[in-house]
């Protein structure tokens, strides 16, 4: 991955942290939801970040190299790659929309709607 695309990912990710606790502190004096998203929430996190993880460790075995030196790519095969382009994308929105629902924000939802729509343009 080139230096600038890791160097901008990782701002992002730094902004939007700080903004989400940002807005979790401009919320700690209001009213709790009478909805409670907090178990859901942690299993759509979890479930995204074990998915995530299974298809980014396939997506790692494709890397080999032949005898010559050259890479050889292959079309990844397991997980949900039959059924999905990007099954690690879509892993990974569940795991933000999973953040969203334990924080129960206007801002987390509006980072995992964007992230949402920032990963289907990538796919």
């Known amino acids: ?27 700690s004096g209001l009213l ?8 859901p929430g942690v299993l759509f996190f979890a479930v ?3 998915g995530n993880f299974y298809h980014h460790c396939l997506l790692s075995q494709l890397r080999t190299t ?12 397991g997980g949900l790659f039959g059924l999905v382009t990007c099954p690690h994308y879509l892993f990974e929105i569940v795991g933000f929309f ?9 801002h987390a939802l509006a980072v995992a ?11």
């Open 32 to 39: 709790d939801s009478p909805l409670d998203l907090l178990y």
């Open 98 to 106: 999973g953040f969203a629902m334990i924080a129960q924000t206007v």
């Open 66 to 77: 032949k005898q010559g030196g050259e890479k050889a790519y292959k079309i990844p095969t």
């Open 113 to 123: 709607a964007g992230t949402a729509a920032y990963l289907a343009g990538r796919s």
């Open 1 to 27: 991955m080139a230096r600038d695309t890791v160097l901008t990912i990782s701002i992002s990710y730094v902004l939007v942290a700080t903004g989400m606790i940002y807005a979790q502190h401009l919320t």
């Open 48 to 50: 995204g970040l074990a």
